[in-house]
């Protein structure tokens, strides 16, 4: 169970060096905007955090006993696992400090953070948030006292703080440098990749999408300057790729494709990536052929799946046409598609999976997905837009809340067996640096051995290009 909050006189002095601490677990491979950004707007206001990134460096006891705010970065599911070992460690070595854990799966989980290892939780749009809890803290508020606009505590609920920032840009001087992240792998070329967001929120309610329960359909765009000006510090930095981590990059089309024409006009070289929804290919295809002039190395788009059934569930508003679809258009614009899937839902049949693995030979896009996208199981967190769902009485199952979701079991036994097979066939084949292809097929004859079915590619097969652009960090969750 937490301590009490910092009390009064230990909360003095919040802005002396190290008095603020700042963690991040894991962002998928790329360098932390979740500390980049909120170590700017700290600094603002004569605060002197420090930063650790522990996935690529470590955290040293001393800079924990030196806090007397630990926030913890946990803007999705696996960081949110590694930063509740972190809060136990914090816990254990300097049982003071204020902890509190920021990000969307903060918010969605905040029950169970504040019952059993945090004293504040912040979710949406966290910086001001954040800044205040620090000006609350620094003056001696704590406890029955912390009544701070966006910071929910055990005496005080608090909604998410949903409206535009006054953004600074992200500060990146005292995080590791870009070569110890994701890299761009291009044919022969390995180059450093940077990460940035042009907005924050979606205008699309998915109902497995975390985002959905939080912001409820709201976005908001990051002033251009902003935007390009972080851009322009890492390709000072070394870094020849970004990737724009927008939940939807053509949610406001207009201001990324500004965003894109002006990173291309300073850096000519300097290639990206973006998220964008099959929807969205469809209905702005105009814009990709400019896309790719501009840099675009890929695009990745949250398929999730071809099956109509799975795809009503998630509403995910395409068709396994549009997919076919969306591919033409990307293909004719010279820039490859990298679909994500959510492999095992309770609604995937063992025919939608075969038909996944059929879908991939036939398109010939093998090399564009990661191969752990073939065994994502769907994640139901605290909150989910999918516990609305009129039937989720059949599928859904208690609440793990240390393990951050629901459980459900496949009513097709074969489907859960098959997860487990695929998940620990692509973990081992991955780590031996099998490539793409030898890991499909792998698990091609591993679904067809399980499931009993034949994996068969239909006649009009589209042939393979060339190799595919991919960053070296290949997860998505």
């Known amino acids: 169970m937490p301590t009490a909050a910092i009390s009064p006189q230990m909360a003095t002095g919040l802005r002396r060096a190290g008095a603020i601490l700042l963690i991040s677990c894991y962002e998928l491979g790329h360098q932390p905007l979740s500390l980049a950004s909120p170590l700017a707007v700290l600094r603002r206001a004569d605060f002197a955090p420090v930063v650790v990134d522990t996935s690529v460096g470590a955290l040293e006891d001393d800079a924990i006993r030196a806090a007397r705010l630990v926030a913890i970065s946990v803007p999705m599911h696996t960081a949110l696992r590694l930063g509740a070992r972190i809060a136990e460690r914090v816990r254990a070595v300097n049982a003071a400090a204020h902890i509190c854990f920021y990000g969307l799966y903060a918010s969605l989980n905040g029950d169970y953070l504040l019952r059993e290892r945090a004293d504040s939780v912040i979710g949406g749009e966290y910086e001001e948030a954040l800044l205040g809890l620090a000006r609350a803290l620094d003056v001696g508020d704590a406890g029955d006292t912390l009544d701070v606009p966006g910071v929910r505590t055990r005496a005080h609920d608090a909604a998410p703080v949903l409206a535009k920032l006054p953004f600074a840009r992200p500060a990146r001087d005292t995080l590791a440098e870009p070569r110890h992240y994701a890299h761009l792998v291009r044919g022969g070329e390995v180059v450093p990749a940077g990460y940035t967001e042009a907005t924050r929120g979606c205008l ?98 949250a398929v999730e799946s071809l099956s109509e059934e799975v795809l009503r569930h998630l509403k995910k508003d395409h068709t396994r046409a549009d997919v076919a679809e969306a591919l033409a258009v990307l293909r004719a614009a010279g820039i490859p598609m990298r679909p994500t899937f959510v492999a095992f839902t309770p609604w995937t049949s063992a025919e939608d999976y075969v038909d996944v693995l059929a879908f991939a030979a036939e398109q010939g896009i093998i090399d564009n997905i990661d191969p752990i996208q073939y065994a994502i199981r769907l994640l139901v967190p605290p909150g989910s837009a999918l516990l609305d769902e009129p039937d989720a009485r059949e599928w859904l199952g208690p609440l793990d809340e240390s393990a951050f979701t629901y459980r459900w079991t496949h009513p097709d036994a074969r489907m859960d067996r098959l997860h487990g097979e695929v998940a620990k066939l692509v973990e081992a084949m991955a780590s031996g640096g099998c490539d793409n292809r030898e890991i499909y097929d792998e698990i091609r004859a591993l679904a067809e051995r399980v499931l009993g079915l034949r994996v068969a590619a239909r006649a009009g097969t589209v042939a393979a290009g060339q190799p595919v652009p991919h960053l070296s960090e290949p997860w998505f969750c």
């Open 204 to 301: 699309h309610t998915c109902r497995h999408c975390p985002i959905t329960p939080v912001y409820g359909g709201r976005f908001f765009v990051v002033p251009r300057a902003v935007v390009l000006d972080d851009i322009r510090q890492q390709v000072q930095a070394g870094v020849r790729h970004i990737t724009f981590g927008d939940p939807d990059f053509f949610n406001g089309p207009g201001h990324s494709l500004a965003i894109a024409r002006a990173l291309h006009a300073e850096f000519p070289d300097v290639t990206f990536d973006a998220t964008i929804k099959v929807e969205h290919i469809l209905e702005r295809r105009e814009h990709f052929r400019e896309l790719a002039v501009l840099g675009c190395a890929f695009i990745v788009s």
